[in-house]
């Protein structure tokens, strides 16, 4: 894929979380000159647009739009960009990977190569819509109960597909990160999930943006030290023991 491509395919994903992006945000999250994209952007062929300072789907390309994604959170999409791309980069080729639920995540598969031939294991619809249009990638959908609350789908028996698999990474996701309170998120219904893909995994990943350090929520998942990796976008407190932790910035 051709880096202008490459960029446009990543402002069409953005676009399905906004309606619009000014070109200065846009520009930064790309970490290209306002002046690259306009360039990017007067190809004929081009899915998206720029009107009025402001970054937008092509009208001619609206009816080709069959998502049904939820509103989600929309703070610190550049970071989560970051993030993403980083994550993005550990998946080679066969891998057998499980995708998390969580702002973040869409922001990794969204990054992936769409040449790159591996197996995906999603609970999130969100990121199921993502992977489903990638040519190569098996796509497995986790089953369950649909809760509206974050998109995603838990299991409502004992076991579930994820038992009858082995995989050689999962990213997880997390809304708080702290070296005392452990690894935390907002629902209950998340946790049961993200233990048993950890469980499974051959590497276990976590993935966040910096607003969730020294975070706190009422559902605990596990301590800081139970993962292999780390990947954010700033260097973590130096309190925090990442002691046989892969960090990666």
Do not use: W
């Amino acid at each position: 894929m051709s880096k202008v491509n490459s960029r446009i395919q990543q402002l069409n994903f953005l676009l399905k979380k906004m309606d619009k992006i000014h070109l200065r945000d846009a520009a930064e999250i790309l970490n290209v000159s306002e002046m690259t994209i306009r360039r990017d952007l007067s190809t004929d062929s081009s899915s998206v647009t720029l009107l009025g300072g402001y970054i937008v789907k092509s009208p001619q390309n609206n009816h080709q739009n069959n998502y049904v994604i939820l509103e989600q959170e929309t703070k610190n999409i550049a970071e989560k960009m970051y993030v993403g791309k980083l994550a993005a980069s550990q998946i080679v080729e066969n891998d057998v990977v499980f995708f998390d639920t969580g702002s973040t995540i869409p922001f990794i598969a969204s990054q992936i190569p769409r040449s790159l031939k591996f197996t995906a294991i999603c609970c999130s619809i969100n990121t199921f819509l993502i992977l489903q249009e990638y040519p190569y990638c098996e796509l497995i959908l986790c089953g369950g109960s649909y809760s509206r609350h974050n998109n995603a789908l838990s299991p409502i028996s004992l076991s579930n597909e994820l038992d009858n698999i082995c995989t050689t990474k999962a990213f997880i996701s997390t809304a708080g990160v702290s070296q005392s309170k452990g690894i935390t998120c907002c629902y209950f219904d998340e946790v049961q999930t993200k233990r048993k893909a950890m469980n499974k995994t051959e590497k276990s990943i976590l993935v966040f943006e910096h607003s969730k350090i020294e975070k706190t929520h009422q559902a605990y998942i596990c301590p800081l030290n139970s993962f292999d990796q780390i990947i954010t976008d700033q260097p973590l407190p130096e309190t925090f023991d990442t002691t046989d932790i892969d960090v990666l910035l």
